[in-house]
């Protein structure tokens, strides 16, 4: 009865470990299905991203409507600097300069002179130098001479304006009408040697910031 028994339990073992055996391998596929679905999903997000990315560039456009705007605003300023430093660059004594719209200065060359009375200066001044100031009115609107404002360095120092009525050298009250132009003369007390910077502007536009006319006092 044993002998009878022992391939049965035997069969039945065997198909017990056949049974594990497609147990086991079922969830072998699992992870190569998900792997499958998850890369599946992937390529549906970088489809959805390229979409997005191809509808973009109407966006783009605007950016770069705005970058070509401010690049071309920058470049006008810069221009307009450029000009304005070439201008600066390019007064001189004896040539008129345009100070700020409707004002336009000329400036002659220094010339040494000797003060009637020197007892009012506050520095101990050896030189002196005069020159002649014309001032042109090309606006259209009345000018006031006292618009003209002139300072001055000499050497490292401030020049000191000298005021000699006996020579003319005072500052005019008057009008002056448009196309219309005015003549006077100052006078600075400087170092021999030194360079000599005069600037001039008019005190009225607050957005010029004047012109300089250079030269050495010899």
Request: with cysteine; net charge negative.
């Amino acid at each position: 009865m044993r002998i009878v028994t022992l391939p049965v339990a035997l069969l039945v073992t065997a198909a017990a470990l056949a049974a594990c055996g497609d147990t086991e391998d079922e969830p072998a596929s699992s992870p190569t299905a998900a792997s499958e679905e998850s890369a599946a999903d992937e390529e549906t997000v970088e489809a959805s991203e390229e979409s997005s990315e191809v509808e973009e560039p109407a966006e783009g456009t605007t950016d770069q409507e705005a970058r070509e705007e401010e690049t071309s605003a920058a470049a006008d300023e810069e221009e307009s600097a450029d000009d304005e430093s070439s201008a600066e660059s390019d007064a001189t004594f004896g040539s008129a300069v345009q100070v700020s719209d409707g004002m336009t200065v000329t400036i002659s060359e220094p010339e040494e002179f000797t003060p009637s009375n020197t007892d009012f200066l506050s520095g101990d001044w050896e030189t002196f130098v005069r020159m002649n100031v014309l001032v042109e009115n090309t606006g259209e609107e009345p000018l006031e001479a006292f618009n003209v404002y002139t300072r001055a360095t000499t050497g490292s120092q401030a020049a000191e304006e000298v005021y000699d009525y006996e020579q003319g050298l005072e500052t005019p009250s008057a009008v002056i009408q448009p196309g219309r132009e005015l003549e006077y003369a100052i006078g600075y007390g400087v170092s021999a040697g030194e360079p000599f910077d005069l600037t001039v502007e008019d005190v009225m536009d607050f957005t010029s910031q004047g012109v300089t006319l250079s030269t050495v006092i010899e």
